[in-house]
């Protein structure tokens, strides 16, 4: 028997969140968090959470287990209890929750759409693809993989202050992705976008970011790359 | 681009800038009064007074004083937006951290002032 | 009821993967009015989980490459029951497509020349099936599904796309005509519904695969679209067709890619015998998906499998050698060691078929527009609703997909339903009314879950329905097993009808979708269960012991289930392309 504890809250019968104990047979099997959390909805089906692809790519389930944020889908309980103790399930830090498990990612979302992610090319289209070297198509890599599952910037304190100001470390991974990208056309705009004191430069290099990404990527370089990338253009 | 009429250069790569130049004057400067203290062990009250009026030190002096009020203003300005907020606050975070500002200020025109009139007074 | 609220579009397009996104990119380039509602944010939906590739004749791999062979092997891989006029469509508009995909950022991998990288995947040929193996994916590393869910998803917020994010369709609204009027959908957030109003409604509703207990599949495919046109009355098209991929990871069902075959990887049996050489001398383990399915089923059944149950096959990688797999496969590598404990660098992936996807759905046409069967039995186009992606049948991918083709669909007539929208809008469509009693109809379903006061379980009913299909459905089928099979959902309908919402409050209900979700599984399950019964066959991923040989005589057809009589029909296959021959049906072997 696997004890769980969950952070309950729904809006229509609550007036507080509060943790609620689970006892869940897993069969003796070191099962996924998110198998866990499926067998206790059988038990109590009012337990809100989301989920979509249960392999680790589509970014739904990102929660906070036992303290750090991950996906409950690719996160086996050994790995979030160290084997002993009991599991503990929270909301992802720092968004508002709509209820239970769920937040509301909509600051999230917005400093996704703030750094304009999306390939711009002004100049004329041709008739096959735009050619790309391998080489530049490999500074791609570790950035185009990110999953917008919130872990990152619901770790990070900075993003905790100034939701609404400071990029945070997802978005800022995606605003360096059409940076780095060599079909893209609007560099100089997107540096710029990004020079005040809130929107890249509150980064104080902690690593949470790093610490907790479920696809192994590293939102701290990508900002190093930015910021470095300003210092050439405005020095 | 969020827009900030408080911070030093109203643009982040240069309050960043700045604030890493200042700490490495600030921390060259304690670099070299250290060394004077422990290359000088039985130091006496000419010697120091010697050594803080040379104009190498002067100015030295001076400008790790700026480089202070500079880093000192960055950093604190930054404390304040971090915490001081309506989001941490409520309505109180936005008059709180106007007044905190102005306080960080006047204390940091202050300092610089008397430090300039104890460096040339002397 | 009578104080919901209705939003009125010009189209609304009910899903948010790669075919709903494609077709609302296409209508606010234009200027339309359009709506998205999904049920998850859109770089959630199932397309994120496509591996391998985008198959198309760009020429990359191959400057002779002709999306003429790419069309010879479509037919032939759909066991000649696909559309030659669809396929002729997406095969020859296909580069535009895949072209216009790289322009908006799809960060493809790329040849030493520049160009899109294109890797082998199964069932390719080069000139007409004579010049060997050809390389048609196009691929972003191993994970391509997800790089075009982003791109389109980032295109869309360039364009202002009207999204309505965790919104949950419930049913459509038909009016006195049979014409669709929009769509009543639930807000997951509030609870709130909601008549979406529009000339035009868009299913890009995805798959179905979780009516079996084993599947590739996400949660979320629970066949929303497929059940709501059966509701409606509207029939299906060649549903009993489900691909079971070779190569999901045994136990869990989480997919490998065919691009793991396609560089060179190959199943072996526990006796490290590489088994593909027997069924399939010139492809190999790059034949049909069906015909790997089924051999490696057989090697099962015949005691060859591997593991302490013999119930699996292995698939090895490791001779590819660190490099390559970390270069091009390296998003396998992460999930064979999150899923099955191994590492492809050095030991080889157990493997199972596992149901993967559904080549049946909402017949239409070349533009998306959703068809029915007039009483003399032609084709009928129903007036409003249009169909694309998986819970479409166009029909390109008739009895079996090829690998990578599922993308290029989803592509092509997601473009093309918003490009057919985009003119009719032009041109001026009216917007058909619905009444009262209408809307009545379509809020049936919530009102009988919100006035529950006992019944059954929503997981246990679930369950029971996808071991069902697992047992009775998989892929070898046999006649008694099939007719047990929809008696076993005959029973279960009753059952679900009866199923009780223990929890009644509107923030983020997932219990209240998840019965929703229930009913449409269930349609899904029963459409397959009776028209694989009622095909007297073997075709494609369709195969019957009791009726082991393919029956052009008799069954170079579509079949088509009626919802209202519960019987199956007969539509006729297109072999009319526009600007090649007709491929002519021919012994399918690789």
């Known amino acids: ?235 | 681009m969020v827009t900030s009429v408080t911070s030093l250069g109203k643009n982040g790569l240069y309050d960043w800038v700045i604030q890493r130049a200042t700490a490495v004057i600030l921390g060259v400067y304690f670099v070299a009064i250290i060394g004077f203290l422990i290359a000088n062990p039985e130091l006496t009250y000419s010697q120091w007074h010697g050594y803080m009026t040379s104009t190498y030190m002067r100015v030295f002096t001076l400008i790790a004083l700026l480089a202070m009020a500079a880093h000192a203003w960055v950093g604190l300005w930054t404390v304040s937006t971090d915490y001081l907020t309506t989001r941490q606050l409520g309505a109180a975070g936005t008059p709180l951290r106007i007044a905190f500002q102005a306080v960080c200020a006047l204390v940091t025109i202050v300092y610089v002032v008397w430090g300039i009139q104890i460096l040339w007074g002397i | 009821m009578a104080n919901m609220r209705t939003l009125t579009f010009d189209a609304v397009i009910v899903g948010g993967g790669g075919a709903g996104m494609r077709a609302a990119l296409q209508l606010a380039q234009s200027g339309q009015n359009t709506a998205l509602i999904s049920k998850v944010f859109p770089t959630r939906s199932h397309t994120v989980s496509a591996q391998g590739g985008i198959t198309c004749a760009i020429a990359s791999a191959d400057p002779n490459d002709d999306w003429r062979w790419h069309m010879y092997d479509t037919v032939k891989g759909s066991d000649y029951i696909g559309d030659q006029d669809a396929i002729e469509y997406m095969c020859s508009v296909g580069p535009q497509a895949v072209f216009e995909l790289e322009h908006m950022g799809l960060p493809f991998s790329r040849t030493e020349a520049g160009r899109i990288y294109q890797r082998p995947f199964g069932g390719q040929s080069k000139n007409f099936g004579e010049g060997g193996q050809a390389a048609r994916t196009c691929a972003a590393a191993d994970r391509t599904g997800h790089a075009l869910l982003h791109t389109l998803y980032q295109q869309n917020v360039r364009c202002n796309t009207n999204f309505y994010n965790e919104w949950y369709a419930v049913d459509l609204v038909t009016n006195q005509d049979n014409a669709v009027t929009g769509v009543i959908a639930i807000s997951m957030e509030t609870g709130e519904s909601v008549y979406f109003k529009a000339k035009a409604t868009v299913f890009a509703t995805g798959g179905s695969g979780r009516i079996y207990a084993s599947t590739t599949n996400a949660l979320i495919n629970t066949g929303d679209g497929v059940g709501m046109a059966l509701r409606a009355g509207f029939p299906v098209q060649d549903i009993e067709m489900w691909q079971f991929h070779p190569t999901g990871i045994a136990g869990a069902g989480v997919l490998v890619t065919e691009g793991c075959r396609g560089e060179g990887g190959y199943l072996v049996n526990k006796d490290g015998e590489r088994f593909m050489e027997r069924y399939a001398p010139n492809a190999k383990d790059l034949a049909g998906r069906d015909v790997v399915a089924r051999s490696m089923m057989q090697e099962i059944l015949d005691g060859r499998g591997c593991g302490p149950e013999g119930d699996h096959v292995f698939l090895k990688l490791d001779h590819l050698g660190e490099e390559v797999l970390h270069k091009r496969l390296p998003g396998i590598c992460e999930l064979a060691i999150t899923f099955a404990g191994t590492d492809p660098v050095k030991e080889p992936i157990p493997v199972v078929p596992t149901c993967h996807y559904m080549m049946g759905g909402i017949p239409t046409n070349v533009h998306g527009q959703a068809l029915t069967q007039g009483a003399d039995g032609n084709d009928k186009v129903i007036d409003g609703l249009y169909a694309v992606g998986e819970v479409a049948c166009v029909s390109v991918h008739g009895a079996n997909r090829l690998g990578g083709n599922s993308l290029l669909d989803l592509v092509v007539f997601g473009r093309a339903a918003g490009l057919f929208i985009e003119q009719a809008l032009k041109e001026g469509i009216e917007q058909r009314e619905s009444s009262e009693s209408d809307l009545e109809r379509s809020y049936n379903r919530l009102n009988r879950l919100e006035n529950s006061k006992d019944g059954e379980d929503v997981s246990k009913l679930r369950k029971a329905l996808q071991t069902s299909m697992q047992n009775n459905f998989g892929v070898f089928r046999k006649g008694d097993l099939m007719q047990a099979g929809v008696k076993e959902l005959e029973e279960l309908r009753q059952r679900i009808a009866n199923t009780h919402l223990e929890d009644k409050s509107a923030a983020f209900n997932t219990a209240r979708i998840e019965a929703l979700e229930l009913d449409n599984l269930l349609e899904v399950a029963e459409a397959t269960a009776i028209a694989a019964e009622g095909r007297q066959e073997s075709r494609g991923a369709h195969s019957r012991y009791d009726f082991p040989d393919r029956d052009d005589e008799n069954w170079l057809a579509h079949s088509i289930y009626d919802p209202t009589t519960k019987k199956l029909g007969k539509r006729q296959v297109n072999f009319s392309p526009k600007q090649v021959d007709t491929f002519q049906p021919k012994v399918r072997t690789y």
Request: glycine share 8%; hydrophobic share 30%.
């Open chain 1, 1 to 235: 028997m696997l004890q769980v504890s969950i952070y309950r809250y729904n809006p229509d019968t609550d007036t507080e969140p509060y943790m609620k104990e689970y006892q869940i047979d897993t069969g003796g099997k070191d099962l996924m968090v998110l198998d866990v959390l499926s067998l206790a909805k059988e038990q109590d089906s009012t337990i809100a959470y989301r989920r979509s692809c249960r392999e680790g790519v589509c970014g739904s389930d990102g929660m906070n287990i036992n303290g750090k944020n991950g996906l409950a889908c690719i996160t086996p309980v050994s790995e979030a209890t160290g084997g002993k103790g009991k599991l503990v399930l929270r909301p992802l830090p720092g968004l508002p929750v709509v209820r239970d498990l769920v937040v509301d990612m909509t600051m999230f979302y917005n400093q996704y759409e703030k750094i304009k992610p999306y390939l711009v090319n002004n100049t004329p289209v041709p008739p096959i693809e735009r050619l790309q070297d391998p080489e530049d198509r490999d500074k791609l890599d570790g950035l185009y993989e990110c999953i917008l599952c919130a872990c990152c910037s619901s770790s990070c304190p900075s993003f905790w202050w100034n939701p609404e100001k400071f990029i945070g470390p997802a978005g800022l991974l995606q605003a360096y992705r059409f940076i780095a990208d060599t079909r893209d056309t609007m560099t100089e705009q997107r540096l710029s976008d990004l020079d005040d004191p809130f929107s890249l430069f509150r980064c104080r290099g902690i690593m949470n970011c790093v610490n907790v990404c479920p696809k192994g990527l590293n939102p701290t370089k990508a900002i190093g790359h930015i910021r470095n990338q300003l210092l050439q253009q405005g020095t």
